[in-house]
Every structure is written in structure tokens, then in C-alpha cells.
T-cell receptor, first 113, second 120 residues
Framework: SQKIEQNSEALNIQEGKTATLTCNYT??????LQWYRQDPGRGPVFLLL?????KEKRKERLKVTFDTTLKQSLFHITASQPADSATYLC????????????FGAGTRLAVHP | GAVVSQHPSRVICKSGTSVKIECRSL??????MFWYRQFPKQSLMLMAT?????????EQGVEKDKFLINHASLTLSTLTVTSAHPEDSSFYIC????????????????FGNGTRLTVT
């Protein structure tokens, strides 16, 4: 079955540094991959989508890479701020269900002033 | 931007009662909505796909008679947890598929803010 793995340990970094989060997947060849932010008690908020034929996508301070050979995506937040503290979820489309998403458990990021 | 509203945001009910959760797309039509469940510190688990005007499609292991889904209009899907038990306590989240939404820089899926269900 399809499996998505994200670092379960919380990531603690200092304000201003770059945060890097990892998403690995197995038994899968997704057409695209998405990253979401989730705050406690709230629904996910879409951040970035990257297609299988794209190596990198950027949006403001965010950057996502997608390596289909390694079956891995990296999510970077540069010049991190305390307001970036949240849980970040990686999501892939289920086989045969283009908009049916399978989510990783997420990595909690804490940015300290 | 597209907005999806979920109601109620929190509900506490007694064991054996039924609870209805609404998911509305406020500024777009959605023929398809998805229902997820999330336990603490775990990933969102897809429960079912709600299709306007037809029966919902349930994921493996999800009881369709327990989690009744109705998608009566292009802007509203409801999830009813029937005969709720404490193990049904969870965070339920819906998402709506925006028709014609671009899939290059924006996701066509828009999520509600979830409903925290506590069954006592």
C-alpha cells in the first residue's frame, strides 16, 4: 500500500534560519505532490503544488523540490519567523483518484525568536 | 479566495446519539467533496468521497451505515455520525473540489476548518 513518511520529531529552529522538512513516499508514482500548513484545531491550508515533471517550485519564502527517483520532496522555509510555527503536511494523490489525497502525519515546526 | 465553511466547529454529544456536520462551499460550486478524519498527532485519513446527486464512495474500512453522507446540492455536503460512540471522537475535516480550478500553481481542493467531535 502507499506510504508517506514525514519526520515525526518536531523541528526546532532559530528565527531567521532556513527550515527544511522532508517527505518520503513508497509504492507510488504520484502525478503531483502538495504541501499544506495546519495550525492546531484548524483545517489544512494549501501552500504549494509541484508536478512530477518539475524539480523545484518557489513561492515567496517557500521552496519545494521533488525527486521522483529518490521518491522524496523537500520543503524549505527561508528566513523563518515565529509565525511560521505550525505543522506542515505533505500530500499525494491516491492512485486512480486524482484529487483524493493521502496525507503524511506532518512535521511540527517551532521557530524560536 | 475560495472558502469552505464547516459547521459546527465543535460538538459534544452523548453516546448513542447522532451528529450532523455540514460542509459548504461559499463562493463556488463543488460537485465533489471529501471527508477526512484526523486523530491527535496523526495524518488526515480519507473517509469518503461525496458526489452531488449520487451515492458517496467510501474508503476501505469506513462503515457507510455509520457515517452517512448526503450531497444534496452543489454547495452542501453533510456527514452524519450515527449512534456515536466515544471511539468516534475525532477531528472531522471536509474539502471541496473547485470545478475548473487550475492545477498548476493552485490546488483545486479547499479545506474547511474542521469539526471537533467529542462523544461522552
Amino acid at each position: 500500500s502507499q506510504k508517506i513518511e514525514q519526520n515525526s520529531e518536531a523541528l526546532n529552529i532559530q528565527e531567521g534560519k532556513t527550515a527544511t522538512l522532508t517527505c518520503n513516499y513508497t509504492n507510488y508514482s504520484p502525478a503531483y505532490l502538495q504541501w499544506y500548513r495546519q495550525d492546531p484545531g484548524r483545517g489544512p491550508v494549501f501552500l504549494l503544488l509541484i508536478r512530477e515533471n518539475e524539480k523545484e517550485k518557489r513561492k515567496e519564502r517557500l521552496k519545494v523540490t521533488f525527486d521522483t527517483t529518490l521518491k522524496q520532496s523537500l520543503f524549505h522555509i527561508t528566513a523563518s519567523q515565529p509565525a511560521d510555527s505550525a505543522t506542515y503536511l505533505c500530500a499525494l494523490a491516491k492512485p486512480g483518484g486524482y484529487n483524493k489525497l493521502i496525507f503524511g502525519a506532518g512535521t511540527r515546526l517551532a521557530v524560536h525568536p | 479566495g475560495a472558502v469552505v465553511s464547516q459547521h459546527p466547529s465543535r460538538v459534544i454529544c452523548k453516546s448513542g446519539t447522532s451528529v450532523k456536520i455540514e460542509c459548504r462551499s461559499l463562493d463556488f460550486q463543488a460537485t465533489t467533496m471529501f471527508w477526512y478524519r484526523q486523530f491527535p498527532k496523526q495524518s488526515l485519513m480519507l473517509m469518503a468521497t461525496s458526489n452531488e446527486g449520487s451515492k458517496a464512495t467510501y474508503e476501505q474500512g469506513v462503515e457507510k451505515d455509520k457515517f452517512l453522507i448526503n450531497h444534496a446540492s452543489l454547495t452542501l455536503s453533510t456527514l452524519t455520525v450515527t449512534s456515536a460512540h466515544p471511539e468516534d471522537s475525532s477531528f472531522y475535516i471536509c474539502s471541496a473540489l473547485r470545478i475548473g480550478g487550475p492545477l498548476d500553481s493552485n490546488s483545486p481542493l479547499h479545506f474547511g476548518n474542521g469539526t471537533r467531535l467529542t462523544v461522552t
